[in-house]
T-cell receptor, first 113, second 110 residues
């Protein structure tokens, strides 16, 4: 059974810090990995999608990397802002799971002004 | 605007009263899916559909039904809701790579 783990579970940082969110998965047969942001009680907003053939993807202040051999993905947020406060979820799509996404429990991020 | 639209956003109902949560996407995606999100349990897949008239169970299908008569629509049906189906529900669609999620439906069954 595929398991996706996100560390840390919660993070509180002052504005301006660079930070790293971690996502690990047990099945190396990855198809792609998608990072989402979720604001309290709201829907999921897609941030970055990394295919298994890619090492990283960038969008503005966000950079996501993928290391298949170690079963890890990291989301790097540069120069964090209070508006970045949200829950960040990683979702694994495996070659053997059809189109199902397996989600981590999320990292709750609070950026203090 | 490309989007997945769910309705209603909020719903309070009583045990046993049949309800339908609608989901519609305007991106011509073949794949659609329903998830529920619960504290401590995260997001779990309920049902999914690979295309019109093709549906299958996810991880937690008990108490739910779905149908896919048109490509754009994928309603979630609770024929006899129970309090343990109180949850935040999300519909998602995908062309094969990457998913777009709806804004969610918060359902409370009393």
């Amino acid at each position: 059974k595929q398991e996706v783990t996100q560390i840390p579970a919660a993070l509180s940082v002052p504005e301006g810090e660079n930070l790293v969110l971690n996502c690990s998965f047990t099945d190396s047969a990855i198809y792609n990995l998608q990072w989402f942001r979720q604001d309290p009680g709201k829907g999921l907003t897609s941030l970055l999608l990394i295919q298994s053939s890619q090492r990283e993807q960038t969008s503005g202040r966000l950079n996501a990397s993928l290391d298949k051999s170690s079963g890890r993905s990291t989301l790097y947020i540069a120069a964090s802002q209070p508006g970045d406060s949200a829950t960040y979820l990683c979702a694994f799509k495996g070659e053997e799971y059809g189109n199902k996404l397996v989600f981590g429990a999320g990292t709750i991020l609070r950026v203090k002004s | 605007e490309a989007q997945v639209t769910q309705n209603p956003r909020y719903l309070i109902t009583v045990t046993g009263k049949k309800l339908t949560v609608t989901c519609s996407q305007n991106m011509n995606h073949e794949y659609m899916s329903w998830y529920r999100q619960d504290p401590g349990l995260g997001l779990r897949q309920i049902y999914y559909s690979m295309n019109v008239e093709v549906t299958d169970k996810g991880d937690v299908p008990e108490g739910y039904k779905v149908s896919r008569k048109e490509k754009r629509n994928f309603p979630l049906i609770l024929e006899s809701p129970s309090p343990n189906q109180t949850s935040l529900y999300f519909c998602a669609s995908s062309p094969g790579d990457g998913y777009t999620f709806g804004s969610g439906t918060r359902l409370t069954v009393v």
